[in-house]
């Protein structure tokens, strides 16, 4: 892949605002080996397929060198994709943050699973400190400290949840998620939006509370039940091309690991420990996002992903429609 590529694609996202104040972290290893497949994550809990394949071995099972990425953001992740760095993402990785990756430059990948999330199955939240008086968004200060994850797709979402509750005015601070419980443990802030582990974390630590979860499906997506195609696993199109044997392999130890989450999800927990913030001794408590394979997806499920996409276009961060038919792989 060539340097200009790379510079176009990561100007076009710093010029989106998409490039956290920590992208100088964006880790320094080598274009991907051709024997490895590395694959960006984000320590979050919606990773989980990818955290349960990788330590249950079903990669190897069938033959392949896999490897895992940490990143501070995700588009850091979608930077290193460009690059040629990796050669996907995990689960989790923000699906608006692709997105702008794919309009830089197009046909960069392909959506193997998307992790949707609503107040059932909840990944997105509001948090406030254990003592805080607050019993709802709207009634936050309207001189509130309010934080969320780095990234434009965190901070546009968050714009939209405090519109939706009278709070316009208030510019969201970015943060890491790990400092997100720690800052409200610190009278730092006054609230995060924030993703799982960070609510179970700060509950069963005593240090915050739930305000409100599946935030985004309600004030977004105007109905609490919403699926809120957050964050999705993807390979770069390089690699389907490429190496479509292994590819085919990859995507099936993929959903191998989505299976056993359906079917054990309380033993797939464990495999948070070591990929995430969260200890194993409160794994049990974390709520699971729902997770869709590439085959999966119904026509409501693809309609409620393009309205989230269509908000981006509409408020401009999005330079042009994004179709989200066209991004989910195809076997």
Known sequence: MSNHRFSQGRRQILQAGALSAVS?????????????????????????????????????????????????????????????????????????????????????????????????????????????????????????????????????????????????????????????????????VDAVYTLEPSGTVGKVKGFSRILEAGVISKYMLGDPMAPWFGGSATLTTTIIKERSAEVKKFITAYAKGVEFIRKNPDESRKSLDGFTAIEESIVKEVPLADFVMFNEFKQSDISYFQKYFDVFTDRKIFTKTVDVKSLIYTS
């Open 24 to 188: 100088g972290l964006i880790p320094s290893f080598a274009h991907a080996a051709d024997d490895k497949i590395l694959i960006g994550y984000w320590p979050i809990a919606s990773g989980l397929p990818f955290f349960v394949a990788l330590e249950k071995g079903y990669f190897k099972e069938v033959g392949l060198n896999v490897e895992g990425v940490k990143f501070a953001s995700p588009n850091q992740i979608a930077e290193a994709m460009i690059a040629g760095r990796i050669h996907g993402s995990a689960n989790g990785t923000a699906s608006a943050a692709l997105a702008l990756a794919e309009i830089a430059s197009p046909n960069l990948f392909k959506i193997i699973c998307s992790n949707p999330s609503n107040v059932k199955y909840v990944l997105d939240e509001v948090l406030v400190p254990l003592d805080s008086k607050i019993k709802a968004i709207k009634d936050l200060p309207k001189d509130a400290k309010i934080a969320c994850g780095p990234g434009i797709q965190n901070v546009t979402l968050t714009k939209i949840i405090l519109e939706k509750n009278g709070l316009s005015n208030i510019q969201p601070i970015e943060l890491p998620v790990g400092q997100h419980v720690p800052a409200l443990a610190a009278g730092q």
